[in-house]
């Protein structure tokens, strides 16, 4: 679980933008 956030916090400034995207695309409204 450490790992996974650390990766993810690692490319948040990328990972953010894409998730937010396809989440929203989804219909999570995140």
Same mark, same amino acid.
């Given at each position: 679980m450490r790992a996974?956030?650390?990766d993810v916090a690692s490319v948040?400034? %990328?990972s953010k933008i894409t998730v937010?995207? %396809?989440l929203n695309k989804r219909g999570?409204?995140?």
């Open positions: 996974k956030i650390a948040a400034g %990328v937010s995207r %396809v999570y409204g995140i």
